[in-house]
């Protein structure tokens, strides 16, 4: 039968090569994790170089390749700037009318997204090219997300078929300006849907994107 000394030297036995593999194990994870925060450190300084030179430069890789996509249709071609501006606004239309789920239309954003397209040769778009360089500056975090609607109130009639009849979906609502007045203002989607080219173009400031009055004309790849 084992002694009390013999257990106690079996467990201090145990107890040194636990600390001895801890120390190996360590010895081996060290490097990795050393590794792991450089990696993320260097993820982290790239994505804020990328972030800040979509917002002031062209979009193009170490090769000068650009990462904007051109939709073939508009690709070279050229018009007088108030024919462009025209179907700039429709294109624009239709892309908010189609990604409003995600995409929050706002004078910022907007800003920033012509902005972008502007930056890299394309002054004539389509609702395709709009979709893809937005999603392109929302994969860096540069778009303004839609504010949180406010908590419903609380309800107030004791039928709930009838609460329910009483419920509508929240309303879209798009920042831009009054044509009379110039002041910030709100626009529904029916309202915006209802605007002629000309309509949209001033409400929403879009061709003071580009230079006014000369004909515009896209990069050709």
């Not at 007088?80 to 239709?94: F, G, H, S, T, V």
């Not at 990604?99 to 002054?123: A, T, V």
């Not at 395709?128 to 839609?146: F, I, N, S």
């Not at 509508?168 to 029916?190: K, V």
Request: proline share 7%; charged share 30%.
């Amino acid at each position: 039968m084992a002694s009390e000394r013999d257990r106690q030297s079996y467990r201090k036995w145990q107890e040194e090569l636990r600390a001895e593999e801890a120390a190996e194990q360590e010895r081996i994870e060290a490097p990795i994790r050393a590794a792991e925060a450089e990696i993320q450190s260097l993820t982290r300084k790239i994505f804020a170089t990328v972030r800040e030179r979509l917002l002031t430069q062209k979009d193009v890789d170490l090769d000068g390749d650009s990462f904007v996509w051109i939709d073939p249709s508009v690709a070279g071609l050229q018009m007088p700037w108030q024919l462009a501006m025209a179907a700039n606004a429709d294109e624009y239309k239709r892309f908010i009318a189609a990604e409003s789920g995600w995409y929050f239309h706002n004078p910022e954003n907007m800003k920033r997204l012509l902005g972008y397209l502007e930056r890299n040769g394309c002054q004539i778009f389509t609702q395709e090219m709009l979709k893809r360089a937005a999603l392109r500056l929302d994969e860096y975090h540069l778009l303004e997300q839609r504010p949180a609607p406010p908590p419903p109130p609380e309800p107030v009639y004791v039928n709930l078929e009838r609460d329910r009849s009483q419920e509508r979906p929240e309303e879209i609502l798009h920042e831009g300006w009054d044509e009379i007045t110039g002041e910030p203002r709100s626009f529904t989607d029916y309202q915006v849907n209802r605007m002629s080219s000309e309509q949209f173009l001033k409400a929403f400031h879009l061709g003071r994107i580009f230079p006014s009055g000369v004909p515009v004309r896209n990069v050709v790849r």
